[in-house]
Nanobody, 127 residues
């Protein structure tokens, strides 16, 4: 059974940075798409970023247009970990951030595209 466990959330001041990590267990997900979504209070869950497998240890990266200048996604641990580095954080970035994984490499931006989900980690941007 696949499990995704997020870590790294917390409270940060506006302009600060955080790095989220998601570790997969139960099976190797090195060839899966792994990504991040977020959900703010009262809003729908939205796509943040994703990495799709190309070959060996090479991955493509995709971002929500509004976040690509501040957020960086990467894979580690032979593809079984996905990291999200968030810089220049704003109050609007406050949300629960979810890690997700999918066997598809072509459908990556919708919640329904993903088969596996973590429990989420809270990110609060506040002074």
């Amino acid at each position: 059974q696949v499990q995704l466990v997020e870590s790294g959330g917390g409270l940060v001041q506006p302009g600060g940075s955080l790095r989220l990590s998601c570790a997969a267990s139960g099976r190797t997900l090195s060839s899966h798409t792994m990504g991040w979504f977020r959900q703010a209070p009262g809003k729908d869950r939205e796509f943040v970023a994703a990495t799709t497998w190309i070959d060996w240890s090479t991955y493509s990266r995709y971002y929500a247009d509004s976040l690509k200048d501040r957020f960086t996604i990467s894979r580690g641990n032979a593809g079984n970990t996905v990291l999200l580095l968030m810089n220049s954080l704003k109050r609007d970035d406050t949300a629960v951030y979810y890690c997700a994984a999918s066997p598809s490499g072509s459908r990556i931006v919708r919640v329904d595209d993903y088969e596996y989900w973590g429990q989420g980690t809270q990110v609060t941007v506040s002074s």
